[in-house]
């Protein structure tokens, strides 16, 4: 529980917030990324980097500096409002970067519900400690092993959801809009692909030898997985859990979701469904296997849960070229596209023109070891077969550098190269 002057600094800060909010720069930038997302606005990129750690460090430094005007923070000690006060200092950290990062007065409580895995002994695999590759330790080894495999069932703890809504409301629900939850991003795994699960119970090796040798063990598979995502999400639905992602939610590792054609028109304020939401979906471990393969064994029942949803992002790190016309193919929804730094900009880009969003993620290793020439050279081409496409530029995947003012050096060249095109 807040004392007097603990209550009177989290809401001190939430103002200073919400006044950022309205101010006429962020709204102009969140109706930029309305456009786009509408369409509506070809050849006039946004531009927003993914920051390190470290980078971030400075910025929340500063944030945090002006918002306390101390050097320690007065609720510390409350384990719910240090987590509010951390949120508004990391993004008001974020927006001195000075990219076109917009932000919402959503603060939102927290995702309260995980569902169990597809088997016993599935483990995720994520980048370990200190940026060190991690290798998939698969638990679907026998073919028999299929019958081990269960659909992951939805585990709720709404008491203390109750109470963390409550608490943060109460002192602030009349500053900020209070939500209950996360924007909503997957029932399970990496966007709702499936694919990805498939690999961490399988492996990559023994999923190429899948395709030969037992594609009709990857379609039982694969159309257990579908129906179990299907049932996940109806259960999400019934249960209330799902939360709109049309704001400042990043989709996948793509653009932001701001966008007005969603929650749509028949939107019951009362409970979301998945039509209200962007959807996402990627098959970025099928990168270099055929696109009549992609047909055979993905996009068919990825089609049948994303097509569940209002809009769609399809892609992560795959090549988004001549795959597109597979993708369009099967996702009705579709309305953006990842373009990652493998992509054929002379395929892709006419095939979105008017169609789909260009979410270009540009090379990393061009800041990494900050080469200004390469930098600028790709900006200039890309731009330039992309002016008359809706384009949204993200940098991701930069996790060391040799320049601390690389993000700054990028940024300033990218903003001259789309001005100029």
């Not at 609720?75 to 000075?98: A, N, Q």
């Not at 638990?139 to 069932?153: A, G, H, N, T």
């Not at 008017?354 to 800041?367: D, H």
Request: negative net charge.
């Amino acid at each position: 529980m807040l004392n007097n002057s603990q209550r009177q600094y989290i809401r001190d800060i939430a103002k200073q917030f919400e006044e950022y909010c309205e101010s006429d720069k962020n709204q102009k930038l969140i109706q930029k990324y309305k456009d786009i997302n509408s369409l509506k606005l070809p050849g006039s990129p946004t531009l927003t980097a993914m920051l390190t750690n470290e980078q971030m460090n400075g910025y929340c430094r500063q944030s945090a500096d002006e918002l306390r005007k101390s050097k320690s923070s007065p609720v510390s000690d409350d384990p719910i409002f240090s987590g509010v006060e951390s949120h508004i200092i990391w993004l008001m950290g974020r927006v001195k970067y000075g990219d076109d990062f917009p932000v919402s007065d959503n603060i939102y409580t927290g995702r309260y519900h995980f569902a169990t895995p597809w088997m016993e002994g599935m483990k995720g695999v994520s980048m370990g400690k200190n940026q060190t590759a991690v290798q998939f330790e698969p638990c679907l080894i026998e073919y028999s092993d299929f019958k081990k495999m269960k659909v992951p069932e939805l585990r709720i703890d709404r008491e203390s959801a109750d109470s963390k809504y409550e608490q943060i409301n109460d002192a602030l629900g009349d500053i900020l809009t209070v939500v209950k939850g996360a924007p909503y991003f997957t029932a399970y795994g990496w966007g709702d692909s499936m694919i990805d699960q498939y690999f961490q119970m399988r492996g990559n090796e023994q999923t190429y030898y899948d395709l030969v040798e037992a594609p009709d063990f990857i379609h039982e598979v694969m159309e257990f997985m579908t129906q179990g995502q299907l049932q996940l999400i109806r259960q999400l639905e019934n249960e209330g859990l799902l939360v709109l992602n049309n704001l400042d939610m990043q989709l996948g590792s793509s653009s932001r979701g701001f966008c007005d054609e969603l929650p749509g028109n028949d939107y019951d304020s009362g409970r979301v469904a998945a039509k209200n939401l962007w959807g996402f979906t990627q098959a970025q471990e099928f990168s270099g296997i055929s696109d009549k393969m992609l047909e055979e064994f993905i996009l068919p029942y990825q089609a049948r849960v994303i097509n569940q949803f209002g809009l769609s992002l399809y892609g992560c790190c795959d090549a988004m070229d001549a795959r597109i016309k597979s993708v369009e193919k099967y996702i009705k929804n579709l309305r953006m596209l990842s373009i990652s730094p493998a992509t054929n900009h002379e395929i892709a880009a006419p095939l979105c023109e008017g169609k789909y969003v260009y979410a270009w993620k540009p090379q990393p290793t061009n800041v990494v070891f900050f080469d200004e020439k390469a930098i600028h050279e790709e900006a200039e081409r890309v731009f330039g077969l992309t002016k008359k496409c809706c384009i949204s530029v993200i940098l991701v995947d930069v996790y060391s550098y040799d320049d601390s003012g690389c993000f700054n050096k990028w940024l300033k060249i990218m903003r001259e190269a789309a001005n100029q095109n």
